[in-house]
């Protein structure tokens, strides 16, 4: 199917590929459907974009944690576990929203700061292509000498 982005244009999506998000994600709970790209030139991406399919002006850029040198250790409730259809816990992905930070320098827009929001990881099954939000983690940050 073909689907007009705000940012990206005119995608093809393929129908098989769409993360279902059963509740949404805060603040944006009617955007339930997303397709997750990436550049096509790029051998290994490391910034992806999760277009939303229900507003086309939702458009979120996510990494991996591992990028970042973040592991996390996430427990999930029984109602989550139900929520992504998870039987398998080698299926589940963990990805952050990253986002600029503060006001833009319009000398030199590309400087602003860049965050990740790490209390807030997107939890998604790849096989089941079922997502949540886990919110409000705790988190203990331990540096290692390597």
């Not at 459907?33 to 999760?50: E, I, M, T, Y």
């Not at 790849?126 to 331990?142: E, H, P, S, W, Y």
Request: aromatic fraction near 8%.
């Amino acid at each position: 199917m073909l689907f007009n982005t705000s940012l990206l244009g005119e995608v093809d999506v393929d129908e098989q590929s769409i993360i279902t998000f059963a509740d949404g994600l805060p603040a944006f709970e009617h955007c339930k459907r997303f397709k997750l790209f990436h550049d096509a030139d790029c051998d290994s991406p490391r910034v992806h974009w999760l277009q939303s399919l229900d507003e086309p002006d939702v458009l979120f850029s996510v990494t991996e944690p591992g990028n970042l040198g973040i592991r996390y250790e996430v427990q999930l409730d029984d109602t989550e576990v139900a929520s992504l259809q998870l039987t398998r816990p080698e299926d589940v992905g963990v990805l952050l929203i990253i986002y600029r930070d503060g006001q833009e320098d319009p000398q030199q827009p590309l400087l602003t700061h860049l965050r990740a929001n790490v209390r807030n990881p997107l939890i998604i099954n790849f096989a089941k292509l079922q997502g949540l939000q886990k919110t409000n983690l705790d988190c203990d940050i331990v540096f290692h000498n390597r």
